[in-house]
């Protein structure tokens, strides 16, 4: 039995943490399972229903919100597994999936990360755990012309096992060695496209992303940000959470922009890129979601 650490950055999730301690737990002959739970100082009960929870796990309460890639860092940094899950905590996962997945990844070394099917809202798949890289002719297509063949792959057959460039970190299984080699979680991102740029530090380190549909999670999105329209009736996310969530969802924009293609470009390109950053990013703030 393969061991496995499941890293969980919790922030104000309320019963979604404990159900998805609860289903781990059934599941948990499926692998030696340590699981971590980092919170990011919540004001919610979420922690201490966890902790009613049958599945045992380690918990760092953090005094501060140190956002989503440093938080996960903190188990990351010092992983005794070799194999270690990033999940969200308003994941579910069925019986099936941990073992799957672990035995796609022992299947083939080369293979850096990988996600199954994510699913929302019942049967919709979250394009966002199968990705393309964000390139300024991709995300011009997406956002302009409303054609994700690019930035989310959507012309891919969605059924069957393959490569993809990204995956989202609700469901991100790696190994130690492949972190060893591409680095952790970028920490000048507070909260997303940190695992978009993990995913481009693994390829970079010669390692693919793959994308199984074999099996598959539910994640009921947006429940800590509020920014997501069908999470909008169960989120505990204040006002000023989600204006945070909104200005960290486009500043990333910026960051991964900045690192990863800036150079590759006239600077009359990098402006208008980041012109229409600022022009989403205005819009976005009339509705708070995104």
């Known amino acids: 039995m393969k061991k496995l650490t499941i890293s969980i950055v919790n922030y104000n999730t309320g019963q979604y943490l404990k159900r998805c301690l609860d289903l781990i737990y059934a599941v948990r002959d499926e692998a030696d399972i340590n699981v971590v739970v980092v919170d990011n100082i919540s004001h919610d009960d979420s922690i201490a229903l966890a ?11 953090n ?3 140190v956002g989503f890639g440093r938080a996960h860092n903190q188990v990351l940094r010092d992983l ?6 990033i999940l969200n905590p308003d994941v579910e996962i069925g019986p099936g ?4 997945m672990i035995s796609l990844m022992e299947d083939d070394p080369k293979i850096g990360a990988s996600t199954c099917e994510v699913r929302q809202n019942g049967d919709k798949i979250d394009l966002t755990a199968h990705r393309g890289f964000p390139t300024p002719w991709a995300s011009f297509k997406y956002y302009f ?4 063949s690019l930035y989310h792959l959507s012309t891919r057959d969605l059924k069957s096992v393959h490569e993809v460039d990204a995956i989202s970190g609700s ?3 790696t190994r130690k060695s492949v972190l060893e080699k591409s680095g952790v979680f970028d920490e000048d991102y507070f909260m997303y496209a940190e695992d978009i740029d993990l995913c481009f530090m693994i390829k970079k380190a010669g390692f693919k992303v793959v994308y199984d549909p074999t099996v598959f999670i539910l994640h009921h999105k947006g429940v800590s940000s509020g920014l997501k329209k069908h999470s909008q009736e169960v989120t505990t996310a204040n006002l000023a959470t ?13 960051i991964f ?16 890129i980041y012109l229409g950053i600022n022009f989403k990013w205005m819009l976005a703030k009339r509705k708070l979601t995104v």
């Not at 989600?242 to 910026?254: E, I, N, P, V």
Request: aromatic share 20%.
């Open 257 to 272: 922009y900045k690192k990863h293609y800036a150079k590759q470009y006239f600077f009359l390109i990098n402006w208008l």
């Open 97 to 100: 999936v941990i073992s799957h």
């Open 51 to 61: 902790k009613k929870s049958k599945m045992p796990a380690d918990y760092i309460l």
């Open 242 to 254: 989600k204006q945070r969530s909104l200005d960290a969802f486009y500043s990333t924009m910026k």
């Open 145 to 148: 012309l409303k054609d994700d």
């Open 80 to 85: 005794k597994t070799e194999y270690v899950l």
């Open 171 to 173: 469901f991100f299984l």
């Open 63 to 65: 005094q501060d919100n």
